[in-house]
DNA sequence: GCCGTTTTCGGCCCGACTGTTTTCAGTCG
């Protein structure tokens, strides 16, 4: 059972408290979305998370819900949410999918109407709109008659399900619009906020805040945008579109002198704040995106915030790094002054998982572009070594001795360009894959040669935890094997990575010397971020490396940052910040 | 149902927008 299909039950039950009764139930409800939208968002699969026993990690599970849990996912279904749902027809559910659908509207419509079929309830309920029968009910008229029949055909033709974006696609769609809020002359400052200013692996859809003395005029530039679909919201300091890509985008609109509240609210995480605001509370301080309002005498009085910085400032706070934003300890460790300083993209001084197009007859994908071409690019980036790590030779088309002589060429090329390349150190590796019984899949004696080796899996995904980890632990157990390479396998949007002990691999890398790779690969991205901050508690190293097949995108670096700032790491954790002669140490020992 | 500068009891974010309404309910983020 996946994560989204978990919060959607937990949604469920909310909506179904919402139906039984509002205010008896209203502080469940928010219990149960605000866990929703922990599971939601969790880069962990609450699967792994139960089997564990680590459930009470996402904010908003307690005791209640978590034994909640462990019974959906060991039974498959929950005899309490049976009772929640008891009486309400299945339908109900099924229209709550529908944008604009929320409790209230849904079950009105399917008492009403009686609409008990949840596989017809949606097209039964655009048939009666489409005859004008919703216009003549209570609360219903002309326009939210209309505005039903467009969202069932949204909804029918897929729009707003796509899939998330990879962060660099949403990067790209943002600056287009970015730049084109900006060709107002009412624009003083636009920045993309949400979970792309937090870097989150995947991005749902666009936020932007445009800092302006005119929002009337930016909210008309916005609706105008040459691209969109429709508009969804236009008012006074806000707007929403769809692009015809499907794609929603958000517009928040402030005054220069407030722009910091803005900042602050639509950088989010909902549930930071939330989490900030309650906290501002117990002081006497009431949060928005306007400013801060204080308890006075005679009532609140609002305080206009311009900077971020004062806002977290005033209430006691050191300013919040927006990738840690996801109320997972940050406003505690912010007040009591124990924020890590998280790694920076400077702070990087090499890229160690860079496949070239030398000429090595691997069994996997060679790079585009030659080493003197990588070696270009990472001097452009002011890095001071370089590791090469292209695939091992193929197995299956080559002899042992073809492959001794295919490495021998290769050294000998990378030895030419140490000597004739002063200005960077170069460092002689390789990628081997670990094989399903745990051997590498080139033989011994010809990876003596080497600085170091990543191991990585690309074969036989479909095992169990046990077995994975086994495996992954008997390829990195070779001397010469330093670095996990992408070590979960996942591929956003297309698959899971295994499963691993953690805690083993943890183990094992802390006392022979090994290290995991953050891949910032933009399907990759892995290690995810919440198994980066495990690692970080556990005090194992890592690496940040591009993977780059093509000179261009070792510019990749920034996105692999982002997810170590996620997980929590700091300069100390991540072993390509080392000097050459530090990280060089590292590799012989 | 969750959770903690003080609180293991007694609180629980805040506002924009829309549509159907003469003052508000529902939804969303």
Redesign the pocket.
Known sequence: MTNHKIAQILRNVASAYTIKNQTKFR??I???QR?ADAIENSTAEIKDLTKEGKL?TL????????SHLEELIKTGGVK?FNWVFKDIPKSFFFLLEI????????YKLVKEFNLKNPDTVISDLKKIAEQGKI?AL????????A?IVTAIKDYESGKGKTSRMTLPYAYELAQKLVDYLKKSKDAIEVYPL?SLRRMVSTIGDI?IAVSTKNPKEIIKHFVSYPYKERIL???????SILLSSGR?V?LMTQTPESFGSLLQHFTGS?NH??HL???????NF?????GI?RKAKGGWKTEEIATEEKFYNIL?LKWIPPEIREDTGEI?AS?RNKLPTLIELNDVKGDLHIHSNFPIEPSHDLGNNSMEEMIKKAVELRYDYIGFSEHNPSVSKHTDDQIRSILERRKEKIEQIKSSNKNIRVINLLEVDILSNGNLSISDNVLDSFDGILVSIHSAFNTNKQTMTKRILSGLSHPKAKILAHPTGRLLGNRFGYELDFEKIFDFCKTKNKALEINCWPTRLDLPDIIVREAVKNGVKMFINTDSHAAWQMDLMRYGVAVARRGWAEKKDILNTLSYDDLFRWFSK
């Not at 904010?59 to 978590?66: A, E, L, Q």
């Not at 009431?286 to 306007?290: A, G, P, Y």
């Open positions: 502080f469940q928010i219990a149960y866990a009470e904010p908003g599970v307690g005791p209640s819900i978590k309490h944008p604009g659908f929320g409790p209230k509207t849904a216009a209570e609360g219903f008229g002309d326009k939210s008659q505005e949400g936020d919201e236009q008012g006074e300091a806000t707007a929603q958000d909902k704040n939330v605001r309650e906290f501002a509370l117990k002081k009431s949060l928005s995106e306007h309002k006691g505690e007040h």
